[in-house]
């Protein structure tokens, strides 16, 4: 199940934050419960995905991304990830997630997210493409952050991002087409 109570209590925490430009890294602070966990007692790698909500949504207020979705009626969703994990987060274990937009290009926004474990030692780090949409599609970054009030442009997409968008650029689409007419 969706970490509802979770969520309002990270957007109740940042409710008085201070307003972050786009690229600065948000922090909030979190524990592994036991309805997050695996049969080897440690955080789920698909549940690692959706507390990744817990980072990005109150990134998205504090920027005042969240603002421009609501006046505009636009959607927000995540076209990719890419996920390596290096170190386990066990029950009841706390932990720290980081959040921020790296660049961004004619389409999409990339965001990147690491959990950190309280001795420092990142246990998983997260590499997402998003998009916001309207009724007629993606719509630009450019525009996005001119509802926000800024005027930004993307820093430099990094090397290791940049040979992520043209890796996934050769995966077929739909995949397992060969499986499809089983």
């Known amino acids: 199940m969706y970490p509802f109570i979770r969520m309002f209590k990270a957007l109740w925490q940042v409710r008085s934050a201070p307003p972050m430009a786009f690229h600065e890294t948000h922090i ?10 695996d049969l080897w007692m440690e955080l789920n790698n698909g549940r690692t ?4 909500d ?4 109150p990134l998205a207020k504090r920027t005042g991304l969240i603002g421009a979705l ?3 009626r636009w959607g927000l969703t995540m076209a990719g990830v890419s996920v390596r994990y290096r170190r386990r987060i066990r029950t009841f274990e706390a932990f720290s997630i980081k959040s921020r937009a790296v660049c961004w290009d004619d389409k999409f926004m990339y965001l990147e997210q690491a959990m950190v474990k309280r001795s420092g030692e ?3 780090h997260a590499l997402y493409r998003a998009a916001v949409t309207d009724k007629n599609g993606i719509v630009s970054p450019t525009r996005v952050l001119e509802m926000m009030g800024s005027d930004a442009k993307s820093p430099p997409m990094p090397d290791w991002i940049a040979n992520w968008v043209k890796a996934d ?3 077929s689409w739909p995949p397992m ?3 499809s007419q089983d």
């Open 28 to 37: 909030s602070q979190h524990r592994c419960w036991p309805q997050d966990i």
């Open 49 to 52: 995905l959706t507390l990744y």
């Open 54 to 57: 817990l980072g990005r949504i």
């Open 70 to 72: 609501r006046t505009q």
């Open 122 to 124: 990142v246990a998983n």
């Open 169 to 171: 650029a050769t995966r």
């Open 177 to 179: 087409q060969d499986l």
